[in-house]
């Protein structure tokens, strides 16, 4: 599976961005799905989770403020990001697991086999 992530830019602090992911070459199926994040000396930090069946989790950094959604069938997973604080900014990377992972597993990068390109969100205070 192929991942193509868009949507980041240069924002001020209480902007919205609305980050999008599509996958190519095969259907997400029953897997999971994320959106991690990376800023500049910070190890990959796990943002968001949805699962095949609809059910999401969050960071209790975003909780609140973020909210992924997306059409597995089509392929598509998006991260709507509201109220942006600088602390947000960072490389977005969108994530599939060809499984659907456990709770306990969501957070942790190396269960993801496929990743995005990486989206830069940039917030000014």
């Known amino acids: 599976v192929q991942l193509q992530a868009s949507g980041g830019g240069l924002v001020e602090a209480g902007d919205s961005l609305r980050l999008s992911c599509v996958g190519f070459?095969?259907?997400?199926?029953?897997?999971?799905m994320a959106w991690f994040r990376q800023a500049p000396g910070k190890e990959r930090e796990f943002v968001a989770g949805?699962?095949?069946?609809?059910?999401?989790y969050y960071s209790d950094s975003v909780k609140g403020r973020f909210t992924i959604s997306g059409d597995f069938a089509v392929n598509t997973v998006d991260l709507q990001m509201n109220s942006l604080k600088p602390e947000d900014t960072a490389v977005y990377y969108c994530?599939?697991?060809?499984?659907?992972?456990?709770?306990?597993?969501?957070?942790?990068?190396?269960?993801?086999?496929?990743w995005g390109q990486g989206t830069q969100v940039t917030v000014s205070s």
């Open positions: 994530a599939a697991a060809p499984r659907s992972l456990r709770t306990s597993e969501l957070r942790t990068p190396h269960e993801y086999v496929y």
């Open positions: 070459e095969h259907t997400f199926g029953r897997s999971t």
């Open positions: 949805m699962w095949w069946s609809g059910t999401t």
